[in-house]
């Protein structure tokens, strides 16, 4: 699982039903580094570090293995600081 | 999920039938970036900055678990300005 | 999905029984790229500029679910300047 | 598989239910480089050199095919020095 | 799939049932070049260079759906100069 760190929550109007209405996070491997969207499992805010699951892994982890995500948030980090 | 720009069509007369009539887009994760090929599972045009879902995902969010695409695209990004 | 070229035929006498007769063509990326082995679904030559799946999608696209290949080519791309 | 060394704990209080009880890992493909958390199906000690499964293979490896892991750990390796 | 090859065999004494007897061999992309571990499928020696097959498809090119691998050897190149 990778790292992460929550910036900020991404507005998607047009989107396919199955993504429902789960939220989607940008999230970043290290702050102003590339961005990737996570779907968020947990309830996270601005600024969280957390563990975000990829693979086939992060389907079932988003609620069902119809969920369409290859990326989803499993946990908040209790304290980490972005070393 | 990525963040990709589509940038334009792509035509291949001869593929896959699995793959049938459903549009294939070239996107890019910043302009002037390495190519890709997605399916179009939305509707988009160049310009629109998209979210791609890759790894077995893929799959079912092109319209069935057979359907042989390892990058879909599952949503229009409202406002993003390429960051 | 990855745009590849086709380089050449890899021949490998001492292999698993699952991949059966099918061609195994040498890619790259770009020319002198570095190179990947991608199953021919096709019926491609060298010099085709071609779609390749990874990821699961591979499997089925190159036959079956139990078909042993990460990188399989769907299709070849009607006019592609390597750019 | 991937050859990581374990670094330390991680300790995530807010967590998915599926990831039970397990112990998740810090692990690092060399001393100071990038880090990964991985799911413990060993029973590891910080510096030990370990082999890290990834894709859907994890999900099993770590105990069942709905445990959401990306990468678990599946042996120590009896000799490494980080080369 | 990747074109790999063999380095040597890696020891394992405290790992996964699942594993079984099968030979985890260290591969590598490139003489010097990063270190990875394969599951060995055909009977590969040392010097050998080898096509991986990766992802969800290497389970069972390792000879089941639940055998945790995520690199498996699937055959041995017939001619390769490490180009």
Not at 44 to 57: H, K, L, N, Q
Request: glycine content about 12%.
């Amino acid at each position: 699982m990778k790292i992460m760190r929550v910036e900020k929550t991404l507005v998607s109007t047009n989107r396919l039903a199955e993504l429902g209405h789960k939220g989607l996070l940008v999230v970043q491997e290290k702050v102003g580094g590339a961005r990737q969207v996570a779907v968020d499992a947990i309830g996270c805010v601005p600024g969280d570090w957390v563990i975000c699951v990829g693979s086939s892994a992060a389907r079932e982890a988003a609620g069902s293995k119809e969920y369409p995500s290859d990326l989803t948030i499993v946990g908040i980090i209790d304290r980490w600081n972005g070393e």
